[in-house]
């Protein structure tokens, strides 16, 4: 449930929002009175699929990037922190001290973290350009 909250956290305040806006909409006085039965269930459940799904894909990812490191693939993961090292670093299990913990690469030549779902495989393996 933990993992669930950090991963689509953003997304169930949005959807929250959302379903302000739609109960405060279809109860008005100038729209038709059952509006708030007919529509606020399905926009609920329209957000609710699109949040299950959301998740559901990005955990497939997840699992995926964490297979793919362990198998000595590269792995690109998105840096939005600091600039200075680039939009994007390169994670290789076999370079720069790179090992998983938890949801997280972490490496002691980087000062931070980058979690798992921020992160994808590199389309061009090594093996690749040989």
Not at 66 to 92: A, H, P
Not at 94 to 112: H, M
Not at 115 to 129: A, F, G
Request: aromatic share 14%; net charge positive; glycine share 4%.
């Amino acid at each position: 449930m933990k993992d669930f909250l950090i991963l689509e956290g953003g997304l169930l305040i949005i959807s929250a929002f959302i379903l302000l806006i739609t109960a405060f909409t279809t109860t008005r006085s100038y729209v038709a009175k059952d509006s708030f039965i007919r529509i606020f269930p399905v926009v609920f459940v329209f957000l609710s699929l699109v949040i299950a799904w959301h998740y559901q894909q990005t955990t497939d990812r997840m699992k995926l990037v964490k297979e793919e490191f362990e198998n000595g693939k590269i792995i690109i993961c998105e840096n939005k922190t600091s600039l200075t090292m680039g939009r994007s670093v390169l994670v290789e299990k076999a370079r720069n001290g790179w090992s998983v913990d938890g949801f997280f690469f972490v490496s002691e030549l980087y000062p931070r973290k980058f979690h798992i779902s921020r992160c994808v495989v590199h389309l061009v393996q090594k093996e690749d350009l040989k």
